[in-house]
Each structure stands twice: as structure tokens, then as C-alpha cells.
């Protein structure tokens, strides 16, 4: 793969030409250095360059109309609106009306896409998107300009606004597509067109929505839309959902796995659980070694993932390796750290699946500790009618990972995992309910002791992150 890519400037004539706008005040030449549809931002950005200020986008939904905070966005020095109703005072602003200011961004965001001519990689998959994309940007940057969609800007909204960013010339873009409706990915691959496209798994997430993990695999495959012989797809090939729908794509296809039928393949392995994975890898490029610091065997499976799309792109194996060794877990996405009392936290807390919650369980139970391992877990939303089962499984994961204190935050899905516990051996007096993380912050704080090992995971609505922040103020 060659580094041809060069940026090039978003000018109002370039909006108009591909949203299809009109441009009713302000100069065709007038230059935007950034995109925000938040007006709130404006007054700070339009300051920081001289001569060139935002873009503002006013997009609405059904709790908010940006179309409300146009004069302030003008007032604070925006360079640019973007709008479906023409304000009455312009000031220096371009104004570009459009029919739907979100279909114009996202049509912007396709246009960038196309005249940038940097290589796009999309990464979508039940669990690890976030870290699958971080480790196949840190793999790929050792020979390449690299761009990564930030936090998890990954939605119809989100992608877009980050294709923008490809007019500053990077030869790589990393994004990942995620979803909670059937349609949404082929909507997002359609905006992004991606060359390479990494499906890392099938989970029950949102299975709630879609009654069985076949479902899922249904929505998730929309990734495979459209691809081409030139296309590559990089696939679990120890998943067989995700195996069963990318067999009968025309894309080429490369697998990474621990079977012996993934082309890059992980042998010897090596789990300390949270300190950390090592492994040996088989691969069509060469044996390669490798040192994760990222917890347990899912989290390696993302690493492969980058991997395998890295030596896909040229980058040699020594390179790839030493970039994989230093790839560490975001924050409340397995993030580490030590208390001051010695006893050490891992705070998962950003989100939740059964099997993200069993699969960290595991590794809870790899990783050598002086204390007790405690698990804090919120209860998994979306779940459906499998709510109180897929609990239970869990609490009984818990039991055997050797969990010497749980502690369930939530409604009657809470009571449901330490009733799995309870079934699996677990003593009662171990066992510890909340009603919702502010409850359980102060209560776990006080339970903690030096040594002991703590595991903070739950869904997004249960905000296992308060649990977790009132344990670093210890640190």
C-alpha cells in the first residue's frame, strides 16, 4: 500500500457542492478549519486559528434543534452554518441551506471520505470494537499517518462527523460501526466505503432487540455489504456465526483465531489474566511473538485482529509486535490501576454483555492475587425476556471463577445473578445487593482491603463508573 494521500481544505463552495446546498450569504471560498454541532464550542474555536473559524451543523431530534443556536453560533465567531431554515442575521457567516442538515452531513462526511483517497478500515463486532480499533491503529502507525475515530463516535451521527477529519490527510482511517438496529451498518458502510473490514465476534448484546444471537450475526454481517474481491475482510474464524456469513462473501478474506484454521494464529498462549498475554503466533508473514498487556484471551483476539490487518498492509512483523506491547486498556474499558491501600482495581465499567461480564470473569480468575477477587457487576440492560436467565449463567460464572465477594447493583436481574452465585456454592454472606451504583460506592469502598482484586463492570445505565471513581479516590 502506497502513501499518496495528501489534505486539502473544506471550503463552503465544497459543502454546497456535495450536500447539495445553496448557498444564500457569504463568500464560495470561505474556508471552515473544523465542523462542530455544538454551539457551545464555537466562541473557543473560532479564536484558536486567525482567519478561519467553524462550520456549524445544526442538526435536531426529537429532545433538541440546533437550529435554536445558530445566532449564538454566529455570535461566538462561527465561519459557517449549515441550515435548513435561513437565519436573519448572518454576520460574516456562510450560510448554506440544505434540505436536512443531517443528510448533509453525512453526505459531507462520504464526500471527504471519497476525495481523500486515504485507505478506511471499519471494525464492527458484539464486543471490543473500541479496543479491536485502538490496537489496529497503534500496528498500523508505525508505517502509516493514522486516524482514529475518537470515544465511540460510531453511530449515523458520529461517522460522519469523523470522516471530515480525512481532509487533513492521513493515509489510514480506523472506525468502528456500531449498532442497535437492523439496517444501521449498512447504512454506515455505505458513508465510509471501507476497503478493510473486521468483524471480531457474535455476543449477546442488544439481544433484547433482536431475539437470538443468529440475529445479531444477521446485522452485523450488513458489514460484508457491498464488498468486492478487492475488498478484505479480516473474520473470527473461531466464531461461527461470523464464519457462516463470511463464506459467502466475494470479498478476500483473512482469519485470526486460536484454531488451526485461522491464517493467524495464536499458539503457546500464555494468560496471566489482568497482568497481561502472551503468545506465539503462526501467521502467512512469518512466526511472529507477541506480548499484550491487555487482560485475558478476548482482549487478545482484538490484538490478533489488528494484527492481521496490519501485516495485511505491509507492516513487517517486528514493527507489529513492537507495537503491540505497548498497547494498553482505555479508560472503564479494563483500565488498571493500584489503590494506596495496595489492593488493585480494574474498572471495566463502560459497558456490559453476558458475555463480556463471563469472559472478564475468567480472567479474573488467571490473574494471581494476594486478596479476595471481589466482582462488582450492574446488571445487563436490553436482555429481554432471557434477562433473569443470562444473569443467573453469569452469577454462576462468578462462582466458578473463584469470586470471594459479588456484589450485584440493579433491580430483580440483580437478585437473579446472586441467585446463580448462591446455586453454584457461593456463601450468602458474600453476597451483596444494591439498588444502584451511588448506593454501592461508599459500601464497596469501605470493603476493599489491601491485596484484594476488583473487577467494576455493568451496562451504561447501571453507571457501575461511580463504584469505580470512589475506589481511585483511594489511589
Known amino acids: 500500500m502506497s502513501a499518496v494521500v495528501s489534505a486539502f481544505v473544506l471550503t463552503a463552495g465544497l459543502v454546497v457542492e456535495a450536500t447539495g446546498g445553496r448557498l444564500v450569504a457569504g463568500d464560495v471560498g470561505r474556508v471552515f478549519d473544523r465542523v462542530s454541532t455544538d454551539s457551545r464550542t464555537m466562541a473557543t474555536q473560532a479564536g484558536a486559528v486567525r482567519g478561519a473559524g467553524s462550520l456549524f451543523i445544526a442538526l435536531s431530534g426529537p429532545r433538541f434543534d440546533g437550529h435554536r443556536f445558530v445566532a449564538e453560533a454566529i455570535a461566538g465567531g462561527a465561519a459557517g452554518v449549515l441550515v435548513s431554515t435561513a ?3 448572518t454576520g460574516d457567516a456562510a450560510v448554506i441551506l440544505v434540505d436536512d442538515p443531517l443528510q448533509a452531513l453525512q453526505r459531507l462526511g462520504q464526500a471527504v471520505r471519497r476525495r481523500s483517497g486515504a485507505r478506511v478500515v471499519a471494525i464492527t463486532g458484539s464486543a471490543g470494537k473500541t479496543t479491536t480499533k485502538e490496537a489496529t491503529a497503534a500496528c498500523l502507525a508505525s508505517r502509516y499517518r493514522v486516524f482514529r475515530n475518537a470515544g465511540n463516535l460510531n453511530n449515523h451521527i458520529g461517522l460522519p462527523y469523523s470522516l471530515l477529519e480525512l481532509r487533513h490527510g492521513p493515509d489510514v482511517a480506523v472506525v468502528e460501526l456500531g449498532m442497535n438496529h437492523a439496517g444501521e451498518i449498512r447504512r454506515l458502510v455505505a458513508l465510509a466505503e471501507p476497503d478493510v473490514r473486521v468483524w471480531t465476534n457474535v455476543g449477546n448484546a442488544h439481544i433484547g432487540q433482536f431475539g437470538s444471537p443468529e440475529a445479531i450475526a444477521v446485522a452485523k454481517a450488513e458489514i460484508l455489504d457491498d464488498a468486492t474481491p478487492s475488498t478484505l475482510v479480516v473474520a473470527n474464524a473461531d466464531d461461527p456465526l461470523v464464519m457462516q456469513h463470511v463464506s459467502q462473501s466475494p470479498a478476500t478474506v483473512r482469519t485470526f483465531g486460536f484454531g488451526p484454521r ?11 489474566g489482568f ?10 508473514w512469518g512466526p511472529v511473538s507477541l506480548q499484550v498487556g491487555l487482560a485475558g484471551r478476548s482482549n487478545l483476539l482484538n490484538v490478533l485482529a489488528a494484527v492481521t490487518v496490519a501485516l495485511e498492509l505491509g507492516v513487517p512483523a517486528t514493527d507489529v509486535a513492537r507495537a503491540a506491547a505497548t498497547i494498553v486498556a482505555l479508560d472503564q474499558r479494563g483500565a488498571f490501576s493500584e489503590l494506596a491501600n495496595g489492593a488493585r482495581l480494574v474498572d471495566d465499567s463502560y459497558n456490559a454483555s453476558p458475555a463480556a461480564v463471563n469472559a472478564m470473569l475468567v480472567t479474573l480468575a488467571a490473574t494471581s492475587t494476594e486478596g479476595r477477587r471481589i466482582a462488582v457487576i450492574g446488571e445487563m440492560l436490553e436482555l429481554g425476556d432471557g ?7 453469569c452469577g454462576r460464572a462468578a462462582a466458578g471463577a473463584g469470586v470471594d465477594v459479588l456484589v450485584a447493583i440493579g433491580g430483580a436481574a440483580a437478585y437473579s445473578l446472586l441467585d446463580g452465585a448462591r446455586e453454584s456454592g457461593m456463601n450468602p454472606s458474600q453476597l451483596l445487593r444494591f439498588a444502584d451504583s451511588l448506593s454501592a460506592a461508599d459500601a464497596v469502598a469501605e470493603l476493599v482491603r489491601p491485596g484484594d482484586l476488583i473487577l467494576v463492570k455493568g451496562s451504561r445505565g447501571t453507571h457501575t463508573e461511580i463504584v469505580a471513581d470512589r475506589l481511585k479516590e483511594e489511589a
Open 262 to 272: 485461522a491464517d493467524v494464529c495464536a499458539t503457546q498462549v500464555h494468560d496471566r
Open 87 to 89: 437565519p436573519t442575521v
Open 387 to 393: 434477562s433473569s436467565a443470562l444473569h443467573i449463567e
Open 275 to 284: 497482568d497481561g498475554t502472551r503468545a506465539e503466533l503462526t501467521t502467512p
